[in-house]
Nanobody
Framework: QVQLVESGGGLVQAGDSPRLSCATSGRDFSAYSMGWFRQAPGQVREFVAAISSNGFVTSYADSVKGRFTISRDNAKNMLYLQMASLKPGDTAAYYC?????????????????WGQGTQVTVSS
């Protein structure tokens, strides 16, 4: 089992640069590819960013490319999402996810484990 706990959300202003964190515990964190997904009210969950198990490969949704940065610290079992230039359209619940298969995580949102989510609300 892998437990994922997100933090860092809240009410922010447009243009702010908050950082989301995902603390993990359980089985070997460094074996898992990790990702961030988000879900706005009334919308389906969508891919935001993914990072390979060793951190060497990352990918982003077009909507956040150039504004968000995903990173991980395998020594601390932590995943991060640095957000910048936030817009009201970024308002959503943000979830971290862990998967042994990077491609399935990135392309199919198929994760082995999901966190409970942290709400990010961007006001204009």
């Amino acid at each position: 089992q892998v437990q994922l706990v997100e933090s860092g959300g809240g009410l922010v202003q447009a243009g702010d640069s908050p950082r989301l964190s995902c603390a993990t515990s359980g089985r070997d964190f460094s074996a898992y590819s990790m990702g961030w997904f988000r879900q706005a009210p009334g919308q389906v969950r969508e891919f935001v960013a993914a990072i390979s198990s060793n951190g060497f490969v990352t990918s982003y949704a077009d909507s956040v490319k150039g504004r968000f940065t995903i990173s991980r610290d395998n020594a601390k079992n932590m995943l991060y999402l640095q957000m910048a230039s936030l817009k009201p359209g970024d308002t959503a619940a943000y979830y971290c996810a862990a998967a042994l298969n990077y491609a399935l995580l990135r392309n199919g949102a198929r994760a082995d484990y999901w966190g409970q989510g942290t709400q990010v609300t961007v006001s204009s």
